[in-house]
């Protein structure tokens, strides 16, 4: 099973600020996945991250609000740009093991933020 | 629409019994069918996988059944414990790889 690590795992944030979540995995992957986790609701897939290309978004989710970099097999950042109140949530970073290919998600410990 | 849907928000129950929770989903036609247990402040963490050619999986006191007709899926927890009380999520392979989660059941379970 992969291990992953985010940072940080909460912040108090400023209205209009940005913030880089970072997300550290113990093993290569070929997809990184990126969801968000609001209030009392279940997840939501913002983008899927490949190491060499661009990251692929889902409705709803533009690059410009939640640039995401992937430079190599084991790590990924997304940024949450321009925040507002409506952004504090837990976004959660996630890695299916190449190796498995049955589709099980491995979830880091998700990086809470409030945005005041 | 496209829509998943978990049985009520909580489900409270007596240690020993069986919990039983419901997932269900039209407009998909899932390759495969996931369960995740939630705890407070973690990240989900997965439990069971059913593919659509299975209807039925068991792993130790949990079992999950997949009918593909009726499109639902349910997780069964016997004896259950308090130790077992969480948020569990269903999530279904919806699109080239990508899981599309349901808004999950609290379980608790009281002694």
Request: hydrophobic share 30%; aromatic share 8%; proline share 4%.
């Amino acid at each position: 099973s992969a291990v992953i690590s985010q940072k940080p795992s909460r912040d108090i944030c400023q209205r209009g600020t940005s913030l880089t979540i970072q997300c550290q995995v113990d093993s290569q992957v070929t997809m990184m996945f990126w969801y968000r986790q609001q209030p009392g609701q279940s997840l939501t897939l913002i983008a899927t991250a490949n190491q060499g290309s661009e990251a692929t978004y889902e409705s709803g989710f533009v690059i410009d609000k939640f640039p995401i970099s992937r430079p190599n097999l084991t790590f990924s950042t997304l940024t949450v740009s321009n925040m507002s109140p409506e952004d504090s949530s837990i976004y959660l970073c996630s890695v299916e093991q190449a190796s498995a290919n049955t589709g099980e998600l491995f979830f880091g410990e998700g990086s809470r933020l409030t945005v005041l | 629409s496209q829509k998943i849907e978990q049985n009520s928000e909580a489900l409270n129950i007596q240690e020993g019994k069986t919990a039983t929770l419901t997932c269900n989903y039209t407009n998909y036609s899932p390759a495969y069918l996931q369960w995740y247990r939630q705890d407070p402040g973690r990240g989900p963490v997965f439990l069971l996988l059913i593919r659509e050619n299975e209807k039925e999986k068991r792993k130790e006191r949990l079992k999950v059944t997949f009918d593909t007709t009726l499109k639902q899926s349910l997780f069964h927890i016997t004896a259950s414990q308090p130790a077992d009380s969480a948020t569990y999520l269903c999530a279904l392979d919806t699109n080239a790889g990508k899981s599309t989660f349901g808004d999950g059941t609290t379980l608790t379970v009281k002694p």
